[in-house]
């Protein structure tokens, strides 16, 4: 088994930014989570060309913590330990309460310390709210302009959409997107993607929730959309259904090992996802999830394998 090319390209800039600055970094993570020859898995968005790893990090609910606690000291730590290991995508939302303004905050902390591609959201009816509401979390943030700005849960998406295009034309954003968590959504999502024009679609999509797969993921690729991945672990009711269960022996095939990278391997094998975004509130598993992105991942046959296990606990 071998990881395909297309799984590998890296540019140039890419590959200074973020390669060199994560396999230097290996060695400061105590225990091999994987083993140091194994290169780092990165796809590529079709609209741009930019290139991703495919383990980026989501922030609801776990980056929600007042800026003064020693919480925020943790999730600056969370941050580091992402960044170190290569990792680029971080997403949040106005909706994730504190979250964003946390995200900046561990981003001063850390001044260059990775190739962040940031990713947001605006979450409000209205044009002037949803400018307002963008301007405020730039500020949050305290960057110059994200790279990816998403319409949540497709709130007042056509609205927004002619706020988006322009400020694209004048370079504030690099990517649009639109995003749903709720598979209620789908045949809206559907309808839209088909209409309009966009870089990026994020949903669901884990070992359980896997409805995606048959319109969904095939469309994004037809369209040639970056697909982000939300709630890859079904907020953690996937180790539930496992606990207590051994990890197969075959996962070690595609360097897997441990569940965490079971679950995120499956996801990131699709070959129209982008990247999947788990959230943490520990370093350690954030080294776990970071982890899934090196090395080999499962082809069709191992991905049929890893599903009939799963529903068979």
């Not at 390209?9 to 230097?24: D, E």
């Not at 591609?117 to 209205?126: L, M």
């Not at 301007?135 to 943030?141: F, K």
Request: hydrophobic residues 40%.
């Amino acid at each position: 088994m071998s990881t395909p090319e297309s799984l590998r390209h890296i540019t140039r800039r890419h590959f200074l930014k973020i390669a060199g600055a994560s396999t230097a970094s290996l060695a400061l993570l105590p225990g091999p989570l994987w083993p140091a020859e194994k290169e780092a898995i990165f796809r590529v968005v079709p609209s741009t060309r930019t290139t991703l790893p495919v383990i980026g990090m989501g922030s609801w609910l776990t980056f929600d913590v007042h800026i003064r606690s020693p919480m925020a000291g943790k999730r600056v730590e969370v941050l580091r330990t992402f960044f170190n290991s290569g990792g680029a995508l971080i997403d949040s939302s106005p909706m994730y309460g504190l979250s964003e303004e946390v995200i900046g905050y561990g981003l001063r902390q850390l001044p260059g310390d990775g190739a962040l591609f940031s990713a947001t959201k605006v979450w409000t009816r209205g044009q002037q709210r949803g400018i307002r509401q963008m301007g405020s979390s730039l500020e949050l943030w305290g960057i110059e302009l994200f790279d990816l700005m998403q319409i949540h849960n497709m709130v007042d998406w056509e609205d927004h959409l002619q706020t988006l295009r322009a400020w694209k034309a004048d370079n504030r954003i690099g990517h649009i997107g639109m995003t749903t968590s709720h598979g209620r959504r789908h045949d809206k999502l559907e309808r839209a993607l088909k209409s309009e024009k966009f870089d990026f679609v994020q949903f669901t999509y884990n070992m359980a929730d896997r409805q995606v797969e048959r319109r969904l993921l095939p469309l994004a690729a037809d369209l040639g959309l970056g697909v982000i991945i939300n709630r890859p672990f079904r907020g953690g009711r996937l180790f539930s259904h496992v606990r207590g269960q051994p990890l197969p022996d075959w996962a070690a095939e595609f360097d897997c090992r441990n569940w965490a990278q079971f679950f995120l391997k499956f996801i990131v094998s699709h070959p129209a996802v982008t990247c999947a975004i788990p959230a943490t509130r520990q370093v350690g598993h954030m080294r776990e999830n970071m982890a899934a992105g090196y090395g080999l991942l499962p082809d069709e046959k191992m991905r049929q394998r890893m599903i009939t296990y799963f529903d068979n606990i």
